[in-house]
């Protein structure tokens, strides 16, 4: 019944079997102060094009779950006033339906440990536009500088990477395309010369171990501009494990399941490259 009731916000948020009937169970109580908080929060930043996410030291996770479904319509209503097709809306909330999935396969249970992620999207700026994700804000240097005028900032394209099958030249090639034509069409006062990417995928070490792979022919679009320490992401996003425990027990299947371990076996650290390339 409950189930029912939600069947068009499920479909949207991409939500499916026992996430769709825990959300189900979330939603069937007016919403608490907690809720109403977060979901006040984010209104807030819909519209101002936010670079960081929302944080918030103790968070509990069903009451971001919570808010995130309630609030989602508002960010699908704000989409479609801009002129944004259902579809390209429905693509950019479906992540909320792929993080509770990975969430299963993280912790083993219903939950949201990147519900923080899921706050940029709720901003109304991140779009899934084919293979990518793209997150338009305004150029972090020049934000970081002081004395720099509204007028005078530069905006840029953050590129994320959703987990989605194979990432083929191919599919990067017609996302970057799209990205152009979307971008310029909605956000004209906006225009974002570069994209930026910030990730374990373009750390070199990488590149030089798989030269073949979709991830090194990735990486080689972007001027790599400097690594810093990530020494869990890699294995976050190839194994969807937390921290760096029970590594012997870790599979070693794929070249890249190989690459990663036998890294951190070497005494290595995982980097995040941060990249940039010209649209
Ligand atoms: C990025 C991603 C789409 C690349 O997938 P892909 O196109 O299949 O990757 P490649 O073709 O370059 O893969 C090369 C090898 O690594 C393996 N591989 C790629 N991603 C893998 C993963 N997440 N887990 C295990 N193995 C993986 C492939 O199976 C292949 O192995 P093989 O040589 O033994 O056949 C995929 O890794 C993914 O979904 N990652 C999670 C999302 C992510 O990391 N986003 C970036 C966050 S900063």
Known sequence: MALTTHT??????????????????????????????????????????????????????????????????????????????????????????????INRRVHGRF????????TLHMAGNLFRLGRLQFHLVRSPEDTAQAGTSTADQRWVLGVHIPEDGGLSPALVDASLAEARLFFARYFPDKPA???????????PYLADRLPESNIASFARRFTLDRCSDAPTDAVYFTFRQRGLQDMDRLPRDTSLQRVVLERIDDGGTWQLGHGHLEL
């Open 193 to 203: 010369a570069v994209a930026t990417c910030d990730s374990w995928m373009l750390d």
């Open 111 to 118: 939950g949201l440990d990147t519900w923080g992620w899921l």
């Open 8 to 101: 068009g916000l499920f479909e949207l948020l991409d939500i499916t079997g026992d996430d769709a009937e825990e959300c189900a169970a979330l939603l069937a109580t007016p919403p608490g102060e907690a809720v109403l908080g977060a979901m006040a929060t984010m209104q807030e930043r819909l519209g101002s094009f936010p670079l960081d996410s929302i944080q918030e030291d103790h968070a509990v996770e069903t009451v971001w779950i919570e808010a995130l479904l309630r609030f989602s319509p508002t960010v699908h209503a704000y989409h479609l006033r801009l002129g944004i097709s259902p579809d390209v809306s429905a693509a950019s909330l479906s992540d909320v339906g792929l993080q509770l999935r």
